[in-house]
Nanobody
Framework: QVQLVESGGGLVQAGGSLRLSCSASRLTFSSYAMGWFRQAPGKEREFVAAIKWSGTRTDYADSVKGRFTISRDNAKNTVLLQMNSLKPEDTAVYYC????????????????WGQGTQVTVSS
């Protein structure tokens, strides 16, 4: 079945940077829009960023706009999330997701999900 595997999480001080990576297998990667979501303890999972199949359009939650950058490499079946100027409120489990809405940059309705990677930002 489809596999999405996130990596790159960890502990970082406020103001620091991390780069998350999501490797996809058993799907035609370029036929999917890709997204990142996060879930903090006691909170619902929330949209972070999305990217169209071609990489030519992106969308970001207001809380991360200007600090996070989503990108993809269709040749490597990989989607990245570069996170700069991290804040303690960015602490969460970050999930990679794939959507059949390849031409869109959806904020919901994703078809496949990874297991998540923990990001902890200390103050």
């Amino acid at each position: 079945q489809v596999q999405l595997v996130e990596s790159g999480g960890g502990l970082v001080q406020a103001g620091g940077s991390l780069r998350l990576s999501c490797s996809a297998s058993r799907l035609t990667f370029s036929s999917y829009a890709m997204g990142w979501f996060r879930q903090a303890p006691g909170k619902e999972r929330e949209f972070v960023a999305a990217i169209k199949w071609s990489g030519t359009r992106t969308d970001y939650a207001d809380s991360v706009k200007g600090r996070f950058t989503i990108s993809r490499d269709n040749a490597k079946n990989t989607v990245l999330l570069q996170m700069n100027s991290l804040k303690p409120e960015d602490t969460a489990v970050y999930y990679c997701a794939a959507s059949r809405d390849a031409f869109g940059i959806p904020r919901s309705g994703y078809d496949y999900w990874g297991q998540g990677t923990q990001v902890t930002v200390s103050s």
